[in-house]
């Protein structure tokens, strides 16, 4: 079709293939090209730890049908890109082919930190985050492994563990902080997490780090020694300490990297018709007072391949990211969070709510300010709704009116205990009576049509 533009997208990750998507839906004539070295197809990252595990073939963490892409005139090509000739508007593959462009999408996603560690690329030494990871995984760990180490308290750590504890080879976890994850969760969070993993037999060293790793006559790892000088035996190393930008192959040309690629609130970078969202994006500006420059989460990128596609089709808009919502899975412990709620606050300006059930696997917190407005809730082992707490930290409820309504916020009533129940009675304890008869009633009339 002549003058077609040529909407070209590195990376099929969530941010680039939504951006596809949405600007398909929008324009029928563009001609749309999603790479990745990767995969040829999208597919669910977070289910890679279920395909290790065998609850799951490659095929099924694919969301869409092949034919989708074909049906939807998505193109798709499985190369490695070497470098991009911004001026011509010229990609060039590792393979020796070229592909032209009118505007690029950079959404290459992030790849595993390292940090230096001696032995870091010995065999048997990896991260856990694409798919050629995962398929490494699987032969670092098909002969006997008498004993794994991971390094760095972080989600995919927390993964790469159950991963392994399921095929049975026992894992000793070093974390450099005095708490699992506790740059994000307060004190008593990290415990119930630390406490639920040790219950698992894993070994979490706390306020441990990693010196260096050590090598048999092969070249495979044998052993790590830690900061403390002690030894451990081992024949697998995760590295699991975060992620970074994937953008080394990017650097040393016109285009502008910190960390990450530096874009504006629209997404835009220095280069004219150049992109980049996702993981691999970090705005020049946080987005938000509670957000960091670089936003490394699935419904993040989802909404960065959105409000992009809307740019694109001549809808010019910024990037407005709302409400704070993340989730996760501790082993068998289910986690949400809603807001802000850092790992530490300072007292005098806010004031805390923490519940936790006897069996110590449940728990539920929400941070207010002083005039009681809700700023952020954390729970732990039950489900609450997303759309209940993106409402009431919106329009700035109160926590009483929260805890009030917490009933509409179960998840699945019929799988999950009524904990609403127990937590209204300890609020009420804590904060005073605001469950009377009459503010109940007056909450019910005030919420109960919206809540």
């Known amino acids: 079709m002549p003058n077609q533009r040529h909407v070209v997208i590195i990376g099929n990750g969530i941010s680039g293939v939504t951006c596809a998507r949405h600007l398909r839906k929008a324009d029928e004539q563009v001609k749309i090209t999603l790479i990745s070295g990767e995969s040829k197809y999208f597919f669910s990252r977070t289910a890679l730890m279920y395909i290790y595990m065998g609850h799951m073939k490659f095929d099924h963490t694919k969301p869409y049908e092949d034919w989708f892409w074909e049906k939807n005139r998505l193109e798709l090509k499985q190369a490695w890109v070497k470098s991009i000739d911004y001026q011509t508007k010229k990609l060039l593959f590792e393979d020796g082919e070229s592909m032209s462009y009118d505007q690029l999408i950079l959404a290459v996603g992030s790849k595993p930190n390292k940090f230096g560690w001696p032995g870091q690329d010995l065999k048997g030494v990896q991260g856990l985050y694409s798919k050629q990871d995962l398929e490494l995984m699987e032969e670092n760990t098909s002969k006997e492994v008498k004993r794994a180490v991971i390094v760095g308290g972080g989600l995919i750590g927390i993964e790469m563990a159950e991963m392994l504890a399921y095929k049975k080879i026992p894992?000793?976890?070093?974390?450099?902080?005095?708490?699992?994850?506790?740059?994000?969760?307060?004190?008593?969070?990290?415990?119930?997490?630390?406490?639920?993993?040790?219950?698992?037999?894993?070994?979490?060293?706390?306020?441990?780090e990693l010196s260096e790793i050590l090598p048999d006559q092969s070249g495979r790892v044998r052993a790590i020694r830690t900061n403390s000088g002690e030894e451990i035996p081992c024949e697998f190393v995760g590295l699991t300490a975060g992620v970074t930008p994937n953008v080394d192959f990017l650097k040393g040309g016109d285009l502008e990297i910190n960390r990450g690629i530096r874009i504006n609130r629209f997404f835009e970078t220095n280069l004219p018709d150049v992109y980049a969202i996702g993981d691999c994006a970090e705005f020049d500006q946080a987005p938000a007072s509670d957000r960091r420059p670089i936003e490394q989460v699935w419904y993040t990128g989802r909404m960065h391949g959105e409000t992009l596609a809307l740019t694109l089709t001549g809808n010019r808009t910024a990037y407005r990211p709302g409400v704070w919502f993340n989730s996760a899975k501790f082993l068998d412990i289910e986690y949400q969070t809603y807001g802000n709620v850092p790992a530490k606050w300072d007292e005098a300006e806010i004031q805390s709510f923490y519940w936790e059930h006897p069996s110590g696997k449940v728990a539920f917190r929400m941070l207010m300010d002083f005039e009681g407005k809700i700023l952020g809730v954390n729970n732990f082992g039950f489900r609450l709704r997303h759309e209940f707490f993106d409402r009431a930290i919106a329009q700035g409820w109160k926590g009483e009116q929260v805890v009030a309504k917490l009933q509409k916020a179960d998840f699945d009533p019929e799988f999950f205990a009524p904990h609403y129940q127990t937590i209204q009675k300890k609020f009420k304890e804590e904060f005073g009576g605001i469950f009377t008869p009459a503010k109940t009633s007056f909450i019910h009339k005030l919420f109960g049509a919206r809540a």
Do not use: A, C, Y
């Not at 740059?183 to 969070?189: A, D, F, R, T, Y």
């Not at 990290?190 to 706390?206: G, K, P, Q």
């Open 171 to 208: 894992v000793t976890f070093l974390v450099r902080e005095d708490g699992f994850w506790r740059n994000i969760l307060p004190k008593e969070e990290s415990e119930l997490v630390s406490r639920h993993m040790r219950e698992h037999h894993i070994d979490l060293r706390l306020q441990t």
